[in-house]
């Protein structure tokens, strides 16, 4: 396979990637099939990893939601009246039934993460924080080595990466599928 940007060889893996979240920062997502261009270091994810990477991101975020202390959430009563609307009008607000304020259920009700409506009266449209009690990742499920990150500018490089080297070899955490 040829990069389509500027034709140099692909080299195949099946790693983790690290992606953003709102709620998490930044998240290594496993067993993702990518290829990374040994010239342009270009990063392409594989055809069909999308619904995986969110499913696995959506997964980590209601975990870690379910770790904080339901002291941290208020009911729905409590939520309306933070935004000073009724709680019919709360719950018909499209963001808010899409997850921009961070809610958990518990007994068949549903608590919202107090900073989080604070954060969307704040600015009127996304109380996604970021948890300050970040959840550490379960260490099993990753590769001993830091794959490139991928959707950030910087371009920064793990371990893996040999300065000097324009490739990432099969012993840097994907495996290399010929
Ligand atoms: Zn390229």
């Known amino acids: 396979m040829k990069c389509p940007l500027c034709n140099g060889e692909l080299l195949e893996y099946v790693g983790n ?18 290829s990374t261009c040994s010239r342009c270091e270009d990063i392409t994810i594989g055809y069909d990893e999308s619904g995986k990477i969110t499913d ?3 997964e980590e975020e209601r975990r870690a939601l379910n770790e904080v202390p339901i002291g941290e959430f208020v009911s729905l009563n ?16 499209p963001r808010i039934q899409r997850g921009f304020v961070y809610a958990v259920s518990l007994g068949g009700r549903k608590y919202y993460h107090r900073a989080s409506v604070l954060m969307f009266k704040e600015n009127g449209k996304d109380g996604r924080l970021l948890l300050t009690k970040k959840k550490e990742i379960s260490t099993e499920a990753i590769a001993p080595v830091v794959c490139p990150v991928f959707m950030f500018p910087s371009n920064t490089y793990g371990p893996g990466y040999r300065e000097g080297s324009e490739s990432w070899s099969s012993s840097n955490g994907g495996h290399f599928r010929s």
């Open 56 to 58: 696995y991101i959506r």
């Open 78 to 93: 409590e939520a309306a009246n933070l935004l000073e609307m009724t709680k019919q009008a709360f719950n018909k607000k």
């Open 17 to 34: 990637l690290p992606f953003g979240s709102n709620m998490l920062g930044e998240i290594s997502v496993p067993g993702i099939a990518y």
